[in-house]
């Protein structure tokens, strides 16, 4: 057959008169057997999967987050901001901070000083105290975040988290 009449052929099985590939499926009992063997592998390595990656995840959160970080945003202005942290893996030792303005990153401080509790107190308080100030006042409305800083994993990572609730401010 030269190549002229086999592009014109649109039969795919050999000897057949219709067009189509036919391909008998024997319906013997060991077919069966075997398709339903395989059904339940499947099913099995997609419920190990699910663990698989479920453990994964836990552990990820549990390594990433342990015990973290204690804190608030007390104040924010178009002048500056200012709050605590406590870090409940090391109290009393220095944390760095972030602030965020409207979802961007707007300053990063450390928190070393120890911060006066409710009733001016700042003997045996494992808080400290951060401040924020701005170079040129922030007009308009705002919303301000802060995050302290946990470098994980000697370094290669750094996680956040937030402090307390974010605070919405205006200046005019």
Do not use: I
């Not at 024997?26 to 339903?36: F, G, L």
């Not at 698989?52 to 970080?69: D, K, S, W």
């Not at 705002?142 to 750094?158: D, F, I």
Request: proline share 4%.
């Amino acid at each position: 057959m030269n190549d002229a009449a086999a592009r014109e052929q649109t039969d795919t099985e050999a000897g057949a008169f219709e067009p189509g590939l036919r391909v008998p499926f024997s319906a013997d009992e060991k077919a069966v057997a075997r398709r339903a063997r395989l059904l339940k592998l499947v099913a099995a390595k997609l419920a190990l999967d699910l663990l698989f990656v479920c453990g994964l995840a836990v552990y990820t959160h549990a390594v990433t987050y342990r015990n973290g970080f204690a804190g608030e945003l007390e104040q924010a202005d178009g002048l500056g901001a200012r709050g605590w942290v406590e870090d409940l893996e090391q109290p009393g030792a220095s944390v760095e901070v972030q602030l965020f303005l409207d979802g961007r990153f707007a300053a990063a401080a450390l928190a070393n000083e120890p911060a006066p509790d409710a009733r001016g107190d700042s003997q045996h308080n494992d808080r400290r105290a951060f401040v924020f100030q701005f170079v040129q006042p922030r007009y308009g409305v705002h919303e301000a975040r802060v995050y302290a800083v946990r470098a994980v994993g000697g370094g290669a990572r750094r996680t956040l988290q937030q402090l307390g609730d974010p605070r919405r401010f205006e200046w005019k």
